[in-house]
């Protein structure tokens, strides 16, 4: 039986762990930390659960599809619902709740500038059509050849990816907060609107019509799930086991060092931060240079704050956006300028708004999240200060005081994300999804240089987020068959 090593458990990890094992391979999951999930752990303490990552569980056909490809269904698994609100955007003067309906969204848009609801309608239509290009084909592809990108959609829309999604939303719409709302999406992918191609707009598809998903229990709901299904068809797990070198012979994949010991593999898949898992091989038998990376546009890195209070709050939804500052300040200080940010945009999730389990009874669950420049000097007291800068905002426009209810706080930045992933600068969603990172321009999902040995996840194709991931695990086991079919193929 074919033996396969798999680095790290986050979602490309798993995912790739299923359709492997469901082939029929042998596969353990080396994971350095003590919980499963990747960026998708939880961290539990006196009756709270926070889901340390991700909280917005978009395009939920991704998640049916993978599922599906092993005869089974999300609902099998977790209870999955559709918010409505799907978000509330706060701006200086005006609060706004996204209606999950799109009749709703429309008289929401021609209250603010009149024309703009069938304006919205003609971009959804294009957002659709690029979605569905996309879904269908395009983002499961393996990235190994820019023919990939050549369908009779991408054809006809080429201008699409020489157009980007600033100036094509900022054509079509007018009043700021439209503007900020429909910007919103694309920054899931890494970049700033006008370094996005506006292909990207599926993402307003993903937002607007396909709704925003919460799974009760919260989005570790979904590693466990995974976990589950892999462990049904054979997949082994193995927590704290941090892999210290990917051994080779003769430039093939031999094996691994486990916590100082070494073990036989046929192949290695790496879901561990790309250039990480390099820095385990030898100087020349890397793909890419410290320069290459230094010149990647990184997605940002994060400040997190882990929130329990001993009340609930008012005035605030499952998901909050604050948009209450200048965007292009804040953009300026991640990507431009790379500093600590004055008056940062935030996100505040409060996931016991829709789910009694996440706190204990009349408690609220709060979860700050304040994008950064990844490679920032991390202390604590820029995350303090940074954080009373927001605290107060949020106080303001809740119009209540919530500090003083807070009975647990943690905070997380680019140190823990460099020390708890070995991310690159402490990024926390990987490489940017621009047009020179795109496809067959991001880090390769198969290694030119040592035999034997693969990458999946964020830094590879197709690119940062939960969906993406899951799909980049199906590419990469894709591969990985191809290649173990060819071997057995040629020892008949
Ligand atoms: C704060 C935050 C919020 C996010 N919000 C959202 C969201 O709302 N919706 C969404 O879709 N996406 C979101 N994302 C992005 C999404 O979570 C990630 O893109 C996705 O989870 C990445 O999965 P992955 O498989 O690429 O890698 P990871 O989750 O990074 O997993 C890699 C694993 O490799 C392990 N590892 C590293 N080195 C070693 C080693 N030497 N030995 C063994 N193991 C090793 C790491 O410990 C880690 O567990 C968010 C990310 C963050 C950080």
């Known amino acids: 039986?074919?033996?396969?090593?798999?680095?790290?458990?986050?979602?490309?990890?798993?995912?790739?762990?299923?359709?492997?094992?469901?082939?029929?391979?042998?596969?353990?999951?080396?994971?350095?930390?003590?919980?499963?999930?990747?960026?998708?752990?939880?961290?539990?303490?006196?009756?709270?659960?926070?889901?340390?990552?991700?909280?917005?569980?978009?395009?939920?056909?991704?998640?049916?599809?993978?599922?599906?490809?092993?005869?089974?269904?999300?609902?099998?698994?977790?209870?999955?619902?559709?918010?409505?609100?799907?978000?509330?955007?706060?701006?200086?003067?005006?609060?706004?709740?996204?209606?999950?309906?799109?009749?709703?969204?429309?008289?929401?848009?021609?209250?603010?500038?009149?024309?703009?609801?069938?304006?919205?309608?003609?971009?959804?239509?294009?957002?659709?059509?690029?979605?569905?290009?996309?879904?269908?084909?395009?983002?499961?592809?393996?990235?190994?050849?820019?023919?990939?990108l050549?369908?009779?959609?991408?054809?006809?829309?080429?201008?699409?990816?020489?157009?980007?999604?600033?100036?094509?939303i900022r054509k079509l719409f007018k009043h700021?907060?439209?503007?900020?709302?429909?910007?919103?999406?694309?920054?899931?992918?890494?970049?700033?609107?006008?370094?996005?191609?506006?292909?990207?707009?599926?993402m307003n598809y993903a937002d607007l019509m396909l709704g925003t998903w919460y799974p009760m229990g919260g989005m570790h709901q979904i590693v466990k799930a995974m976990v589950s299904l892999g462990e049904s068809h054979g997949v082994r797990y193995h927590t704290g086991s941090n892999i210290e070198k990917i051994v080779t012979s003769q430039s093939e994949v031999t094996g691994l060092v486990i916590n100082g010991q070494r073990q036989s593999f046929d192949m290695v898949l790496s879901g561990a931060d790309y250039r990480h898992t390099e820095q385990l091989l030898d100087l020349n038998q890397r793909m890419y240079s410290e320069n290459y990376w230094s010149s990647r546009t990184?997605?940002?890195?994060?400040?997190?704050?882990?929130?329990g209070f001993n009340k609930r709050i008012e005035g605030v939804q499952h998901h909050n956006l604050f948009f209450d500052e200048d965007f292009d300040e804040h953009a300026k200080e991640i990507y431009d300028d790379a500093k600590w940010p004055d008056k940062p945009l935030f996100y505040a999730c409060f996931p016991s708004v829709t789910d009694d389990s996440v706190s204990p009874e009349n408690c609220e669950n709060g979860f700050l999240l304040i994008p950064l420049a990844p490679g920032l000097e991390d202390s604590e007291d820029m995350r303090e200060k940074c954080f009373?800068?927001?605290?107060?905002?949020?106080?303001?426009?809740?119009?209540?005081?919530?500090?003083?209810?807070?009975?647990?706080?943690r905070s997380y930045c680019v140190n823990d994300f460099k020390n708890d992933y070995n991310s690159y600068k402490g990024n926390a969603y990987g490489m940017a999804?621009?047009?020179?990172?795109?496809?067959?321009?991001?880090?390769r999902i198969q290694s030119k240089k040592v035999k034997n040995l693969f990458f999946t996840g964020q830094l590879t194709v197709p690119g940062p987020g939960v969906p993406p991931a899951l799909i980049s695990g199906k590419i990469s086991a894709q591969l990985i068959m191809k290649e173990l079919n060819k071997r057995a193929y040629e020892t008949v």
């Not at 700021?176 to 990207?200: C, R």
């Not at 999804?433 to 880090?443: E, G, S």
Request: one cysteine or more; a negative charge; charged letters at 20%.
């Open 433 to 443: 999804n621009t047009l020179k990172q795109t496809a067959f321009l991001r880090p």
């Open 150 to 168: 050549i369908t009779p959609e991408t054809v006809t829309n080429i201008n699409q990816f020489f157009t980007n999604i600033r100036s094509n």
């Open 298 to 307: 990184f997605a940002p890195s994060a400040l997190i704050y882990y929130l």
């Open 1 to 148: 039986m074919n033996k396969v090593a798999i680095i790290g458990s986050g979602f490309s990890s798993l995912s790739a762990a299923c359709y492997l094992a469901s082939q029929g391979v042998s596969v353990d999951v080396f994971e350095k930390n003590d919980e499963l999930g990747g960026r998708a752990r939880i961290y539990k303490k006196d009756g709270f659960t926070f889901d340390m990552g991700p909280s917005w569980y978009w395009m939920p056909d991704v998640f049916d599809r993978f599922f599906g490809d092993f005869d089974t269904k999300t609902s099998d698994y977790y209870d999955l619902i559709r918010l409505n609100p799907s978000y509330q955007v706060v701006f200086d003067d005006d609060r706004l709740n996204m209606p999950a309906s799109f009749s709703e969204l429309h008289d929401l848009f021609e209250s603010y500038e009149s024309g703009s609801g069938a304006k919205l309608y003609k971009f959804i239509k294009q957002a659709e059509y690029n979605y569905k290009a996309s879904m269908e084909e395009l983002v499961y592809k393996p990235g190994q050849s820019v023919m990939e």
């Open 176 to 202: 700021p907060k439209l503007i900020s709302i429909l910007e919103f999406p694309v920054l899931f992918l890494g970049a700033k609107p006008e370094n996005t191609p506006s292909f990207y707009s599926f």
């Open 388 to 409: 009373n800068g927001v605290m107060d905002r949020l106080e303001k426009h809740i119009g209540q005081s919530v500090r003083d209810s807070i009975i647990l706080k």
